[in-house]
């Protein structure tokens, strides 16, 4: 396997690819690339170019960026002509040419990603990425799941599925709002976790706190997923 992108790579290899069917903004990112972040953020004309690219509504101010994002327009567009060139042919194209093109997609993702695309799956979205996996499992009565109360409900529905299908229990901790330290935090993950622990859901960074979860700290969390 390959190594791990690190964050920023990322951010800046998906911006290219969102950005790639509309040369200008291409050009722009490459002219922009070798800038640290903390001043491209000062940037005003750099964002106002960005900002061009998405239709934002005149009659409020849009700050939510969950439930539903806003598309750019040049990858809207591409979305549409694909859409199109489909339909044109339907099962036809479905027959044949779908699945090489899902192929060079799968490989492209797989390159941003920094992983083989073996490794990869592509899902419509979150909620069908984790449902997978936890629906997917192969869960014996008494095996245990750690969650927090604080994760996603679509995820948290899930579990208890498993729960009442195959005898599953479902441990869920409460991440403290005010923390001292990561520490504290890992210490309410490691106490939950028992010998019968089979899968940790674990975020990133929790949507209702803005708190970012000590990934790397807990041992524990590394012998568990082995
Ligand atoms: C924290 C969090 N997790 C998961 C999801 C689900 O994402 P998706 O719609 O991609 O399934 C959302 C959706 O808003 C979310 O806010």
Redesign the pocket.
Known sequence: MKPYLSKRQFLKNLTGVAVLSQTNLSDLIRLHEHLPAEKLAEDEQFWTKIREAYEVPKDFIHLEN??YSMTAKPVMQKYLAHIQAVNKVSSYYMRTRQFDDKMISRKKLADLLGCSFEELIITR????SLDTIIAGFDWKTGDEALMAEHD?G?MLDMFKLQAKRHGLTNKVISVPLHPKSDEEIVEVYEKAITPKTRLLMVCHLI?ITGQILPIKKSQKWRIVMG
């Open positions: 969950g439930y979205n979150t909620t069908e996603y679509a949507n």
